[in-house]
């Protein structure tokens, strides 16, 4: 078609040239209105007449370009458009109608499909020869119809995104109210236009339409790309670039792009593919300065790669990780790794930068760091070594920034390359960065040190990584960890003295903002190195870690390191993992169960291993949580109860049944104090019918097999619970072990269990005979203890029946029989003339142990004369003794079990057996426990007193009132000179209070506290478990009932008149006082153990009874001011002062560290952190109220009181005072307003603790700017101005340490190791020295996070930042040129740049 025809429907003629100058003064920023007839002549204009336009114009353009090439004879399209008098003026003018009608917000398809069609046209005209010498060129109308892709294709897929997006950042939409605080006016706008465009609505065939016209608009952009030169038009390239990254996540992508040279662009068929070569095209010579353009084009694909949503202007925000974003992000990446393999000279510093800012804004959400750490895996696989080693250097010192997340991810990105191939050394030139390349420093150096963050969420996370670094392929990589904890070394030290750089504590706000991008350069002088056996020792000590991640990610590295032999499977190594099992938290427990059973399928043949599962599974069977009972009874089952199969002598164990079989050996020899929590597996498994026939009979087949013992501890468990047994196999089993001598002494109690379990099932006949078997066997007296436990036991069941009596019947004859002839041999014994001679002690001890196990089954038939007999084991002179006790009436029982000849074992063993008789007769309780009493407070046999403790707490159950006013002799042993009787009573007594047999009366509770400071630190834990996780869950109330009383208690204070009046004897007094200068640390330690768990409102409470019942008694001359009530005033003024006296509510900080906690709980914490602050108000107003009405009025007094007698306690008083008036500085006079002079002292007292403060940080902290060098530009570095706008923001630079306290830090370790453990942290303030370029910076804000130093340099002028908005052609610069400290620029003005922060607290030196 002819030009000028293909122009007509334009109605150019009829456009009046008023409104066409009107236009171009407008600068195509508004739509002017058309005369009506016009306007709809041209609202009518259909698609087809642009698309003829359109190839119209295309095929004038090929053929000028084609005849320019040959000899220049063809007519040009703006000679054709002259000679036939069409203004282009008027074509630009009408063009941009269309353009600015599709762009408006309630446009409809038509006008939306006619903008861009329009647009297209504007576009390609520019692209022909001569467009700019015939003014077709206008950077306003370019701008807006490059970008009109944004305003006509809807945007609902993007608000959605945009919404959900909202949503992503924080859990279930939680971050959206703090979003919206932060959100400007423009996006409050966006959202309003956004609803508007709601109500319009596209079908799908319309969609196809503006689809179809965006490919034309994208095509033609393309075209101009290729032809005209944006070169002189930063601004415009800088908006195309914009343009093409939005366009990448238009629509999917059929299928892999290759990315690679196209001649025809109609053959790009989708809009991402257009949009990568757009940007390629950009990347070319012809448009500028080819760097400038890597860094445009970086920059934008940042944000794609980040999958964060980054508009012109504000905050980027995190999109949905869908599929189509994480295939945009692919494609992204892969673009990037196709230029750099294109521009091998320019792009590898802009992939510097590039992977510098992926690390610095990265956010905290697991899923985002996962994809962000394999986008820098791929793209650092395209480095060269040299690159890669500035890179790894650059993350080392990235992974000791002040930002939790910055040191997390470091962690993620270490993992990520540690899955690549290992570079050589030999690759570098450069022998400083070959150092780096090896996988042994990014494990040794880089995430090993992570152990030590000060983060937990850093040290767990990179524990767990660790455990991951022995699951890779890669040998080198298992050597270095093999390194780690390999032993090197002889000592192992406290946690406390491993030093590392501290981070900082600064609060920072998650937010996503926008970097420069530029180079963020780090630089960490501060490295540690540990031994091996520090290492190992460290772990073990993160497996008991206060958070349960850090120890969940312990395990994890732990397993690891056992299961690829790295340390050795100790018991000491593997009973942590047991103890795990048994872990506070639900989440750790199941994760050591998870790590038992991943080792155990590892070394299944590994004894050690073996013994370590049952250890942690077997006892979680009774765990409280049913989650972890299902865990551990699913372990069991698949390793025990599957496992059994029927037995055949000619077939050989398969591995998991060898490993079913070692387990239940271990659980029958080294593991039998597992047998109560094994029973309880089974109690629950009969409720599922799990025992069938089957089962039972393949149990029975491996009975005379080598698993025997196994076996019959199985059958042992399952009889009871089993429909139908084969009781003949079972019996032959029984007369086997009858005659068999061999037999373990755990598989004969196994059987005997097994008889009397199927007891019921047997005929009279086979009874008596089993009867007579088990008595015969029994009077023999060679079996062990247990055994004869066992016997009697089985004996029973084989007499019990319906008739109540006859049972007793059957057990008055056959037990009692037992006891005469125990009675008889004691007898023999005793009343001989030389008890000791040729004494069988192994028999005798036999013979009381079933004495007191048969008496328990026949009481009646235990006569005074056995009893005697007993006793007589116990004392001299039995036979006067026994004649004297007749005499004796129960209230005057002997006074002490009196010292004999019998061994000590033997009068250990006497003592159960009588605690036993005392069991069944009330009177011998009566009669007995005066002297068990005694036998605790002068005994001198450890096993006696032991067990003395052990009856009396027995007795508790069943006698409680009698028993009841003899706990505090029992009690007395939380002091005994013995560990094991301290720990048995403590033991003994928990049980009693736990079930309330025992109330916390008279001095048992304070008797208690006396153990938490157990000079056995196992002791002293036990109790302190006790306290807190078994009885103060029954009493919450219980610490602060007898706080102040602890007072009086422990300095032995008794004139109070209510405090410290209950009975004890004055032995017992003195072994538990805590009086005196030498005990003050152990009673602090109490008073701080019970402070901590005080509720506030106890605290509260509290305070104001020590007001009442010590301050005043005090005041009012109630209690006198000698020597020892000064000690009581003293130490009240003193435990006011702990900071645990303080509310919580007032003293912890509103929000807390939120550094410290993952982001899916970070919105949560700052809701929270608003109700601590309006109730921090609250409680503040109370706690205010109440001290200037209870305390003042006493402490005025006091303080009078304490002049005139010139006390001492003064002192303490006055620092209580500057304690509590902390809070209340500027408030002093007003609280003393009745005392002038004291508030006088007051606040001397604080100005004074705050210049001595101050003084100290001073000393502790401060730099001498006078030896820090002066940073210097990098070699070959220019500096020159570039035409930037001032940015909002510049990349945070943390300081550079000190030369002279690094040089200090390296080498007098020990000096920062002993601050360490004094609680003085160091907090340095360094004088960052920067170089400015005159007028550079004007009110730049440099903030100066703690521990590391952000350096941004400008190596080869590759980091300048270009602003959001674009370049400002005129004007200085203001970028900030950060240099290295290798080099001097003594011509340059030094600074001395501080935190704005620390200039609040300090004033800055220059």
């Not at 003018?93 to 398809?109: T, W, Y």
């Amino acid at each position: 078609m002819d030009l000028i025809s293909a122009l007509q429907f334009l109605k150019l003629s009829e456009i009046p040239a008023a409104w066409v100058d009107e236009v171009w003064d407008l600068e195509f920023t508004e739509r002017k209105p058309l005369d009506d007839v016009t306007g709809e002549e041209l609202a009518v204009i259909g698609e087809r007449d642009f698309k003829n336009l359109y190839q119209c114009l295309l095929a004038h353009a090929a053929d000028q370009q084609k005849s320019a090439g040959r000899d220049g004879a063809s007519q040009s399209i703006w000679a054709t458009l002259g000679d036939n008098r069409v203004s282009v003026k008027s074509l630009v003018a009408v063009l941009s109608f269309f353009v600015l009608a599709g762009k408006a917000k309630a446009a409809n398809v038509q006008q939306r499909v006619s903008g861009l069609r329009a647009a297209s046209l504007y576009i390609l005209l520019l692209g022909i020869p001569g467009s700019i010498a015939n003014k077709v060129f206008h950077e306003v109308l370019l701008d807006t119809c490059s970008d009109l892709t944004s305003h006509c294709w809807p945007q609902d897929c993007g608000k959605k995104r945009k919404k959900d997006g909202l949503k992503s950042s924080q859990a279930e939409g939680k971050r959206s109210k703090p979003q919206r605080k932060e959100t400007p006016e423009m996006e409050v706008n966006d959202a309003e236009e956004e609803e508007e465009e709601e109500e319009l609505h596209f079908s799908g065939q319309d969609l196809v339409k503006i689809r179809d016209a965006v490919v034309y608009l994208v095509q033609s952009l393309l075209r101009l790309l290729q032809t005209f030169p944006l070169k002189d038009r930063p601004q415009s390239a800088s908006n195309c670039t914009q343009i093409f990254s939005k366009l990448i996540s238009f629509e999917p992508v059929i299928g892999e792009l290759t990315f690679a040279a196209v001649e025809d662009i109609t053959k790009l068929k989708s809009v991402p593919e257009l949009a990568f070569y757009g940007l390629q095209l950009l990347c070319s010579p012809k448009h500028g300065d080819q760097k400038e353009s890597l860094r445009r084009v970086f920059h934008r694909l940042l944000y794609v790669i980040l999958m964060m949503n980054k508009g012109n202007r504000g905050k980027p925000s995190l999109l949905v990780p869908s599929q189509a974003v994480l295939s945009t992000r692919n494609q992204a990446i892969h673009f990037v790794c196709h230029l750099v393999d294109e521009l091998k000279a320019l792009a590898p510093p802009f992939l510097q930068i590039l992977l510098q800012h992926i690390c610095y804004q990265m956010v905290e959400k697991s899923e985002f760091r996962s994809h962000g750490a394999q986008a820098v895996g791929m793209l650092t696989s395209q480095m060269a070594s040299r690159d890669y080693a500035c890179f790894i250097k650059w993350l080392f010192n990235f992974s000791r920034h002040s930002k939790m997340v910055h040191r997390l991810f470091s962690v993620d990105v270490v993992i990520v390359l540690l899955e690549q191939p290992e570079r050589r050394p030999e690759d570098c030139q450069d022998p400083e960065l070959a150092y780096f390349l090896p996988h042994k420093f990014l494990i040794q150096d880089l995430l090993f040190t992570r152990r030590m963050d000060d983060s937990p969420t850093v040290q767990g996370h990179a524990l767990a990584c660790l455990a991951q670094c022995l699951e890779l392929p890669s040998l080198n990589v298992t050597r270095a960890v093999h390194n780690l904890f390999s032993a090197t070394g002889t000592q192992t030290v406290l946690e406390s003295e491993i030093t590392e750089e501290s981070h900082s504590s600064q609060q920072t706000q998650k937010t996503y903002r926008t970097l420069p991008f530029r180079t963020v350069e780090i630089t960490s002088m501060v490295s540690s190195s540990c031994d091996a056996k520090e290492n190992l020792a460290l772990l073990l000590r993160r497996v008991k870690d206060s958070k349960t991640n850090v120890r969940k990610s312990a395990l994890q590295a732990l397993v690891g390191l056992l299961k690829h032999n790295v340390i050795p499977t100790s018991w000491e190594n593997l009973s942590t993992l047991s103890e795990r099992c048994r872990d506070p938290a639900v989440s750790v427990k199941k994760k050591a169960l998870q790590c038992l059973a991943e080792l155990l399928a590892a070394k299944p043949e590994c004894s050690v291993v073996q013994k370590a599962w049952l250890q942690g599974v077997v006892p979680a069977v009774v765990d409280s949580e049913n989650s972890v009972q299902e865990k551990a009874l699913e372990a069991l089952d698949q390793m025990v109860l599957s496992q059994v199969k029927s037995y055949s002598a000619g077939r050989h164990l398969d591995a998991g049944q060898r490993l079913t079989w070692a387990l239940l050996d271990l659980l029958c020899n080294e593991c039998q104090n597992l047998s109560r929590y094994f029973s309880r597996a089974f109690t629950i498994w009969s409720k599922q019918n799990k025992f069938t026939t089957t089962f039972v009979a393949n149990l029975i087949s491996h009975t005379e097999a080598e698993q025997a013992a196994g076996a019959w501890l199985l059958l042992s468990k399952v009889v009871a619970s089993s429909p139908k047994l084969p009781y003949g196999k079972i019996l032959d089993a029984w007369d086997n072990m009858i005659t068999s001598k061999d037999l373990p002494v755990t598989t004969c109690c196994h059987i005997l269990c097994v008889m009397g379990d199927i007891a019921a099932h047997l005929n009279e006949d086979t009874k008596d005979r089993i009867v007579d078997d088990v008595m015969s066997w029994l009077k023999t007296f060679t079996l062990s203890l247990e055994l004869i436990s066992a016997a009697v036991e089985t004996l029973h069941q084989l007499g019990r029946s319906e008739n109540v009596k006859q049972t007793q019947a059957f057990l008055n004859q056959h037990c009692g029989e037992l006891v005469s002839v125990c009675e008889a041999y004691l007898a023999d014994i005793i009343l001989s003339g030389n008890r000791t001679q040729n004494l069988n002690e192994e028999l005798m001890i036999k013979h009381l142990h079933t004495l007191g196990v048969a008496s328990l089954h026949c009481p009646s038939k235990v006569g005074k004369r056995t009893v005697l007999l007993v006793e007589s084991v116990l004392t001299t002179h039995s036979e006067r003794v026994a004649e004297l006790q007749e005499e004796l009436p129960a209230s005057q029982p002997l006074s002490q079990f009196r010292a004999n000849s019998l061994p000590t074992r033997v009068r250990a063993h006497g003592v159960i057996t009588l605690g036993k008789l005392c069991l069944q007769h009330e009177e011998l309780v009566q009669k007995y426990l005066p002297v068990f009493a005694r036998e605790l407070e002068v005994g001198t046999e450890v096993a006696v007193r032991n067990n003395v403790v052990v009856i009396m707490c027995d007795l508790c159950v069943r006698y409680t009132n009698i028993v009841d006013l003899y706990i505090p002799n029992i009690s007395a042993c939380l002091q005994d000179n013995e560990a094991v009787i301290r720990e048995q009573t403590l033991i003994m007594l928990t049980n009693l209070l736990q079930e309330e047999f025992v109330k916390w009366k008279g001095s048992l509770f304070f008797r208690f506290m006396v153990a938490l400071v157990d000079p056995v630190p196992a002791i002293a834990s036990l109790c302190e478990y006790c306290l807190l996780h078994l009885l103060l869950k029954k009493n919450p109330e219980m610490f602060s009932q007898h706080f102040i009383e602890c007072i009086f208690h422990f300095n032995s204070y008794s004139q109070h008149k209510s405090y410290n009046k209950f009975p004890q004897s004055e032995r017992e007094r003195v072994t538990f006082s805590l009086k005196g200068a030498q005990h003050r640390e152990q009673r602090f330690r109490i008073y701080r153990f019970l402070l901590e768990h005080f509720t506030d409102a106890q605290r509260f409470n509290t305070i104001n009874k020590i007001n009442q019942t010590v301050l005043a008694c005090f005041a009012d001359d109630e209690l006198p001011l000698d020597a020892d009530g000064a000690e009581i005033l003293k130490e009240t003024f003193n435990i006011l002062s702990l900071k645990e006296m303080k509310l919580q509510a007032v003293s912890t900080p509103a929000g807390g560290p939120a550094e410290e906690e993952p982001e899916e709980e970070n919105m949560a914490h700052m809701a929270k952190a608003v109700l601590q602050a309006a109730q921090k108000k609250v409680v503040s107003q109370v706690q205010k109220k109440a001290f200037i009405e209870n305390t003042v009025p006493l402490i005025i007094s006091l303080k009078s009181l304490l002049e005139q007698k010139r006390s001492p306690v003064l002192r303490d008083l006055m620092t209580y005072l500057q304690v509590t008036m902390q809070d209340y500085r500027n408030e002093v006079k007003e609280f003393f307003s009745g005392d002038e002079q004291l508030a006088a002292e007051v606040e001397f007292a604080l100005k004074a603790a705050e210049r001595e403060r101050e003084m100290e940080e001073q000393m502790d902290n401060c730099s001498l700017a006078g030896d820090a060098r002066t940073p210097t530009a990098q070699h070959g570095s220019p500096i020159k101005s570039r035409p930037l706008l001032p940015f909002s923001f510049a990349t945070p630079q943390p300081p550079r340490p000190n030369s002279v306290s690094f040089r200090l830090a390296h080498t007098d370790r020990r000096v920062r190791r002993s601050r360490q453990e004094e609680g003085v942290q160091s907090k340095s303030i360094a004088l960052e020295g920067t170089v400015m370029t005159k007028g550079a910076v004007n009110n730049r804000a440099i903030s100066t996070p703690k521990g590391v130093n952000v350096n941004l340099t400008f190596d080869e002028g590759l980091s300048a930042i270009f602003s959001d908005r674009g370049l400002n052609l005129g004007g200085e610069t203001s970028v900030l040129h950060v240099r290295s400290d290798e080099q001097q620029a003594s011509e340059l003005r030094q600074w001395n740049v501080q935190s704005p922060l620390r200039q609040k607290r300090k004033p800055s030196k220059v």
